[in-house]
């Protein structure tokens, strides 16, 4: 059963703690990618990656972090320098960034509350 | 800014009606896709159409793109109450691969 997955669902912290949120495919993609989605708003794009070892910053990239490791996962961190974590974030993957015409495909998101 | 910004922000509509959404852009694109999102969920691509097309169907969705306007149409016909949901456009840079900016979406809702 391919597909992206996202957990947990919904996650609470307390303000200035580091949080990390999941992200595996098992699409065998090759790019993966975090956005943000503010209630009522379009998704921005926080960083990306292209290749296992390798990750791009998006358009909002201060105040988080990733890793590539490994091809199927693409973990976010939130951290405490992130002024307004509190948002819902969506992982997704598509089959080659630096082709054209590819679909993403996404995950379930992550609502993140902190307070 | 967001490169592509849907109109109207959100639309009502009744059962078999048919449901059209307009997406805007700024900049040269090799492509234009269609998601949609239901509530608190993850979204779903729906349709893509490239720069070199100027319509594309896909059951009851049909989609233009007029590049000379920068913009496109996202039109559902003979809607259903399980097409609620908001619709996202997503535009690529152009040679700048697969990296894609969205909308900020329309929010359809149709009444059973």
């Known amino acids: 059963d391919g597909g992206i997955t996202q957990s947990p669902k919904y996650l609470f912290r307390k303000e200035g703690q580091n949080v990390t949120l999941s992200c595996e495919q098992n699409l065998n993609h090759d790019a993966m990618y975090w956005y943000r989605q503010d209630p009522g708003q379009g998704l921005r794009l926080i960083y990306y990656?292209?290749?296992?070892?390798?990750?791009q910053k998006g358009d909002i990239a201060e105040g988080y972090s990733v890793s590539r490791e490994k091809k199927e996962s693409f973990p976010l961190t939130v951290t405490s320098a992130q002024k307004n974590p509190t948002a819902f974030y969506l992982c997704?993957?598509?089959?080659?960034?630096?082709?054209?015409?590819?679909?993403?495909?996404f995950g379930p998101g992550t609502r993140l509350t902190v307070t | 800014s967001q490169q592509g910004e849907e109109d109207p922000q959100a639309l009502s509509i009744q059962e078999g009606e048919n449901a059209t959404m307009n997406c805007s852009y700024k900049?040269?694109?090799?492509?234009l896709q269609w998601y949609r999102q239901n509530s608190g969920r993850g979204l779903v691509h729906l349709i893509l159409i490239r720069s070199n097309e100027r319509e594309k169907h896909s059951g009851r969705l049909r989609v233009t793109l007029d590049t000379s306007k920068k913009s496109s149409s996202l039109l559902i016909t003979a809607s259903r109450a399980a097409d609620t949901a908001s619709y996202f456009c997503?535009?690529?840079?152009?040679?700048?691969?697969?990296?894609?900016?969205f909308g900020g979406g329309t929010r359809l809702m149709v009444k059973p």
């Open positions: 900049t040269s694109i090799n492509n």
């Open positions: 997704a993957s598509s089959t080659q960034a630096l082709a054209e015409h590819y679909e993403q495909y």
């Open positions: 990656s292209q290749i296992v070892n390798d990750f």
């Open positions: 997503a535009t690529d840079k152009y040679n700048a691969g697969n990296m894609l900016t």
